[in-house]
């Protein structure tokens, strides 16, 4: 098991930008793939992007390809999200989890950071 803990949420107007953090503890950022998912009210809870734990490979839903970055900085167990031109559609509970190696689901997972888009 490893803590997940996200930050970066907040309100944005459309078309604006924000950066989610996932901070893990210290010396997770090579054991782990991590995905960022999103669950809007009423949804079920969507795939969004996954950065292998090699830092090599990256994956992204049609739905956010060209707007949402994934990326870490080794240094401080910290994954981010860098996320542009959002839109009212992005509002959510974003949710980083981390899938360790050889395991085909995620098991760890942060407590989630809202997400606000106003139009």
């Known amino acids: 098991q490893v803590q997940l803990k996200e930050s970066g949420g907040g309100l944005v107007q459309t078309g604006g930008s924000l950066r989610l953090s996932c901070a893990a503890p210290?010396?997770?950022?090579?054991?782990?793939?991590m995905g960022w998912f999103r669950q809007a009210p009423g949804k079920e809870r969507e795939f969004l992007a996954v950065?292998?734990?090699?830092?090599?490979?990256?994956y992204y839903a049609d739905s956010v390809k060209g707007r949402f970055t994934i990326s870490r900085d080794n240094t401080r167990d910290t994954w981010y999200l860098q996320m542009n031109n959002l839109t009212p559609e992005d509002t959510a509970v974003y949710y980083c989890?981390?899938?360790?190696?050889?395991?085909?689901?995620?098991?760890?997972w942060g407590q989630g950071t809202q997400v606000t888009v106003s139009s």
């Open positions: 950065l292998s734990r090699n830092g090599h490979s990256s």
């Open positions: 989890a981390a899938r360790g190696v050889g395991r085909n689901q995620y098991d760890n």
């Open positions: 210290v010396g997770t950022w090579s054991r782990y793939d």
